[in-house]
């Protein structure tokens, strides 16, 4: 009996384990390949993925920060805030660090705030800075 116990408690602890880790999200519409090659929005790839992702980004409020990098890739900036908040930048236009000729002063971008669990808790597509 106390095998079976055993047992039964370790495949419990693995199936919670496994459902703990993150997946990356499914978002309809948007080519998250596309946009995972786009860094820094230098390649315009981001840009025709604006109307979808406004669809869609309320879909990723209470994702976890593994869930983000899954999904969208590295930020293409991270800042760091108050009270353990953060916030990871996409830029959706060519950011200030591409070799462009047409720069805009503030290109549009998505930032993510993720709260001290390391959760999305807005979703923004902005011009300005967080």
Same mark, same amino acid.
């Given at each position: 009996m106390s095998k079976n116990l055993n047992t039964y408690i370790l495949s419990l602890l693995?199936?919670?384990?496994?459902? *703990?880790c993150s997946l990356k999200v499914d978002l309809d519409g948007m080519d998250l390949e596309a946009w995972k090659k786009d860094r820094n929005g230098c390649l315009g790839l981001r840009e025709p993925q604006i109307d979808a992702f406004r669809l869609v980004k309320n879909e990723l409020l209470g994702k976890d920060n593994q869930a983000l990098l899954k999904t969208f890739g590295k930020p293409d900036r991270?800042?760091? *805030?108050?009270?353990?908040?953060? @916030? @990871?930048?996409y830029y959706v236009e060519p950011s200030p660090d591409c070799d462009s000729e047409d720069l805009k002063s503030d290109?549009?971008?998505v930032i993510f705030?993720?709260? *001290?669990?390391?959760?999305?808790?807005?979703?923004?597509i902005s011009t300005l800075d967080p």
């Open positions: 693995l199936m919670i384990s496994i459902s *703990a991270v800042e760091l *805030a108050d009270r353990s908040q953060n @916030f @990871f930048i290109p549009i971008k705030r993720l709260n *001290a669990m390391s959760r999305v808790s807005e979703v923004t």
